[in-house]
């Protein structure tokens, strides 16, 4: 017995490991069986067989959506047909500009390397490829070229905002007019923008841009006008600045009305002060270029003489012989020096402006169009007396 329990002590340092050993397999064996680890492994890899399959069928997917959008990117292609646009930007050189012989076309070049095809364009001339385009030509061709890219698949139903940089540069008059007819019927009529900004130096198309007009559909379904604004770009050194148009660029359409405003307004003042005195010393200047203008169109037999005054006046000399001495004398110094140190004589020039006025109201159709035409009410003055002596 003492020899086996010696045996046995001896062996409790390698038996001890065995049994922990033992033991702990047997808890974890016990626990497998409590959580069914076959079962739980099964399903692991039942859905790792399904995660494969899926990301198989996801690459599928992902392979046929390129593909398809391939279809349609080609598809938009063809809608964006550049043959098409050619025909339309002859269309506007022929039947706004009258250019029968200046066409564009559109060529194809097959592009090396790929399956796509490259769209060129040629100008042509009397059937062959012109070269040595004036300016007003290339300005004519990006224009029309321009008002053509609203229509294609990019573009079109987009309201995009527009910014059309001087159109008429190196074009004549009659051109200028056709380029605010195009920009009128096929940009604002249809009102295909969110934002539209035309800058130009040319005042003629600015006569022209303050005619346009449109509705649009607000967010209520009511039609209301285009709100419009007026600027000018001033340019000092290197730095340019941006500001409202001053008030004589923005509301006359011709310097005639600016005119017909300034004799207006000295026929209409009741007193005279620091605020309006300027309308009297300019008087003298502005009737003289009113009646070159004037007298010009109503008697273009005649010159800017004593004589046309006095047909522009009637029977009446005083109020010709009185206007004649105000262009003048006071618009020149005639060789007198001491005319320019003497102060302006109010009375007179106001009397002149009234008899002017008097004188345009008789024929009324005119007179009225003229006071629209400077936003003056024809009622302004309906009831003041014109008088042709003495201070008003």
Not at 139 to 146: D, E, R, T
Not at 204 to 228: E, N, P, T
Request: some cysteine.
């Amino acid at each position: 017995m003492r020899n086996e329990s010696d045996e046995f002590s001896n062996s409790l340092s390698t038996e001890h490991p065995k049994a922990k050993k033992a033991l702990r397999l047997k808890e974890v064996s016990d626990y497998l069986v409590t959580i069914q680890y076959q079962n739980q492994f099964a399903a692991i890899e039942d859905l790792k067989d399904k995660l494969n399959k899926a990301e198989q069928e996801k690459k599928r997917i992902e392979a046929d959506l390129r593909h398809k959008q391939e279809l349609i990117t080609a598809k938009k292609r063809e809608l964006n047909d550049e043959e098409k646009g050619a025909r339309k930007v002859n269309e506007y050189l022929n039947n706004f500009f009258g250019h029968q012989f200046l066409t564009i076309e559109a060529k194809k070049d097959k592009v090396v390397g790929e399956e796509s095809k490259r769209i060129r364009f040629e100008i042509i001339r009397d059937g062959k490829k012109a070269y040595h385009l004036s300016e007003g030509e290339c300005s004519l061709l990006a224009f029309c070229y321009f008002l053509a890219k609203l229509d294609d698949i990019d573009t079109k139903d987009s309201k995009p905002i527009i910014w059309i940089d001087d159109p008429i540069s190196s074009l004549d008059g009659n051109h200028i007019f056709f380029v605010y007819s195009l920009l009128s019927t096929e940009v604002v009529s249809s009102g295909r923008f969110e934002q539209l900004f035309v800058s130009t130096h040319n005042l003629d198309f600015l006569k022209y841009l303050k005619r346009l007009s449109g509705k649009f559909i607000d967010v209520d379904g009511k039609k209301k006008d285009y709100q419009k604004g007026y600027f000018i770009i001033t340019r000092q050194d290197k730095t340019s600045t941006i500001g409202v148009m001053p008030h004589y660029l923005k509301e006359y359409v011709t310097e005639f009305n600016y005119l017909f405003h300034q004799i207006h307004k000295c026929a209409a003042i009741d007193f005279i002060d620091d605020t309006n005195y300027t309308t009297f010393y300019n008087f003298g200047n502005n009737a003289r270029k009113f009646f070159e203008v004037y007298l010009y169109y109503k008697y273009p037999d005649q010159g800017m003489m004593e004589e046309t005054l006095r047909l522009f006046f009637g029977e009446e000399k005083i109020p010709a012989v009185l206007t004649d001495r105000i262009n003048n004398e006071y618009s020149h110094l005639c060789g007198v020096f001491e005319r320019g140190a003497t102060p302006i004589e109010v009375p007179e020039m106001q009397t002149a402006a009234r008899q002017i006025i008097a004188r345009l109201k008789e024929d009324r159709d005119q007179y009225l169009a003229l006071l629209n035409s400077v936003g003056e009410n024809k009622e302004h003055l309906e009831g003041k007396a014109v008088t042709t002596e003495g201070a008003p």
